[in-house]
T-cell receptor, first 107, second 112 residues
């Protein structure tokens, strides 16, 4: 079957760094995406990795290891506005979203 | 710039009633279009996607259907709603050969 696994919740302190992991099992693989969703809002696109390695976009970075079927989203210099749910999504034979990781940020 | 619209924002419908949700995209041509459903506190479930007018792929068998009568218009329908159809419905688009998806504001549907 196809599945995505990510932690349901993560807590970190304002100004710190946090990593959200995602492991996947899919039929076919084209790339791994990350989305942010604030309460009551729609998801917004953060990043996409098709090849192994680290992609950096400002305070956010995303990593992919295709051989390990694993990726992560790294958030640096955490701000209170980063409190949200983060979803990984795989584009393979189908598009599958993880169940999301709720990020709590403490002052 | 590209914009995606969805309406209505909220909807309360009785069991057995019909449904029609509309999504339109502006500022792009030949987008891929998607309908998702999100249950409370859960991930997104892909319901339908379309790569062109009249071309619809269904991901999950259910009592919902989708149509794409125009290039930038995507409609989600049901003839008879079930209680289990309640949820947050999201329309999204992506460039024809792109990977990023851009979501509309969503419709929160409650079936009573």
């Amino acid at each position: 079957g196809q599945s995505l696994e990510q932690p349901s919740e993560v807590t970190a302190v304002e100004g710190a760094i946090v990593q959200i992991n995602c492991t996947y099992q899919t039929s076919g693989f084209y790339g791994l995406s990350w989305y942010q969703q604030h309460d009551g809002g729609a998801p917004t696109f953060l990043s996409y990795n098709a090849l192994d390695g680290l992609e950096e976009t400002g305070r956010f970075s995303s990593f992919l290891s295709r051989s390990d079927s694993y990726g992560y989203l790294l958030l640096q210099e955490l701000q209170m506005k980063d409190s949200a749910s983060y979803f990984c999504a795989v584009r393979g034979d189908k598009i599958i979203f993880g169940k999301g990781t709720r990020l709590h940020i403490l002052p | 710039s590209q914009t995606i619209h969805q309406w209505p924002a909220t909807l309360v419908q009785p069991v057995g009633s019909p449904l029609s949700l509309e999504c339109t995209v502006e500022g792009t041509s030949n987008p891929n279009l998607y309908w998702y459903r999100q249950a409370a506190g859960r991930g997104l479930q892909l319901l339908f996607y379309s790569v062109g007018i009249g071309q619809i792929s269904s991901e999950v068998p259910q009592n919902l259907s989708a149509s794409r009568p125009q290039d930038r218009q995507f409609i989600l329908s049901s003839k008879k709603l079930l209680l289990s159809d309640s949820g947050f419905y999201l329309c999204a688009w992506s460039p024809p050969h792109g990977y990023e998806q851009y979501f509309g504001p969503g419709t929160r549907l409650t079936v009573t």
